[in-house]
């Protein structure tokens, strides 16, 4: 099995994204090195819908494809549909940064010639590429993760830094919601996450902060999130109903970052939206709990980490077996000093 694939010189190449929005912005950095190294070639990426506007206007991407996993290509006969569309673009080759096997599966489907990714999830054989997996790579971030793989597939890795591109009708849109704030700062809050309750700061906690943010700093805030979060937003809501907006289940994800791009300050669990906040440079407190802040934390410098150094913590379960203390410990206003400090600065 060979591993580099610079001397294949792909025309058309096809990426099979992550399938998280999270995980897709941390794999931005190897998509431009995929770019970087193959200039002239076309690059087309295949997401699932919810992770589509991460790419929509990358520069690094000349095509989104949409995988539509709960839809028109659910189930075997959804796959095989899935394939033959593939294989209508008669693609030199994919670079699986999805881990999965099916993703490998589909690939061979579609008839790509060559297949590169890492040989997990017993996939190895259907790689005409593989990269070893090596356990100590699961303890960097994952950024380096990603970018490791096109490394060792021959690739010249570019930059280590986060991409990710808004649309300019977003932006504008954004510009306009927010006209009638007049004084204050705008903050947003992410009280979300959707590994497991073990990720999420209480809503009462937040709530707590929003009433701080509303009293000491006349702040307005945007509570994110999708319907699934309606019930932990209108418990936050109750805290400052006159300073809060809830956008639960309002918003598309390229509005949502178009707000998050133009916060002050964004408070946020561990989550797909406080890696959108990393990639946009927004300055953030971002908390944690169950999760490891050093392998997926926020990848920006414009970021404090909240965090309790416990020794049950990271457990990295979705939900405590025992007190939740790793969250309960984090006061509201720890971390309204945290939002403090950003905002002067």
């Known amino acids: 099995m060979k591993t580099s694939i610079t001397s294949l010189k792909p025309k058309k190449i096809l990426v ?20 970087k190294n193959f200039p002239d070639a076309s690059i087309s990426i295949l997401v699932h819908p919810w992770v589509a506007d991460v790419f929509n206007s990358s520069p690094d991407v000349d095509e989104v494809l949409i995988y539509d996993k709960k839809g028109i290509h659910s189930g075997l006969s959804g796959m095989w549909k899935l394939s033959r569309e ?9 670079i699986l940064l999805q881990n999965a096997f099916e993703a490998a599966f589909i690939a061979r489907l579609a008839a790509i010639p060559a297949l590169a990714g890492y040989k997990s999830d017993g996939r190895g054989l259907l790689l005409t590429h593989g990269v070893r997996f090596k356990k100590e790579i699961k303890k960097i971030h994952q950024v380096h993760y990603y970018q490791e793989m096109v490394k060792s597939l021959g690739l010249t890795p570019g930059r280590d830094k986060l991409s990710l591109e ?15 704030i007049k004084k204050g700062p705008v903050v947003g809050l992410n ?12 809503p009462e906690k937040f709530g707590r902060l929003a009433l701080l943010l509303s009293e000491k700093l006349e702040a307005t805030m945007f509570i994110f ?11 936050i809501h ?63 410098e414009n970021a404090i980490v909240i965090r309790k150094d416990l020794d049950c913590s990271p457990c990295l379960k979705t939900h405590c077996k025992t007190d939740f203390e790793c969250m309960m410990a984090i006061t509201e206003e720890e971390v309204f000093e945290a939002v403090s400090s950003i905002i002067k600065k």
């Not at 977003?170 to 919601?177: G, I, L, S, V």
């Not at 999130?225 to 418990?235: C, R, V």
């Open 16 to 35: 099979r994204s992550t399938n998280w929005i999270g995980d897709a912005i941390m794999t931005t950095p190897a998509v431009h090195s995929i770019r």
């Open 86 to 94: 593939l294989s209508r673009h008669s693609f030199d080759i994919a």
């Open 166 to 180: 808004l649309p300019e009708s977003k932006k504008k849109w954004a510009r306009e919601f927010i006209s009638f």
């Open 191 to 202: 009280p979300g996450a959707a590994f497991g309750p073990a990720k999420r700061w209480p």
């Open 225 to 235: 999130g999708t319907e699934a979060d309606k019930s932990a937003n209108a418990k």
């Open 238 to 300: 109750g805290f400052a109903p006159g300073n809060i907006i809830d956008l639960a289940g309002k918003t598309s994800l390229a509005e949502a970052m178009a707000l998050i791009a133009i916060c002050d300050a964004f408070v946020t669990n561990d989550s797909g939206l406080m890696h959108v906040g990393a990639a946009l440079k927004t300055p953030m407190a971002a908390i944690f709990g169950s999760t490891n802040s050093i392998t997926t934390g926020p990848f920006s």
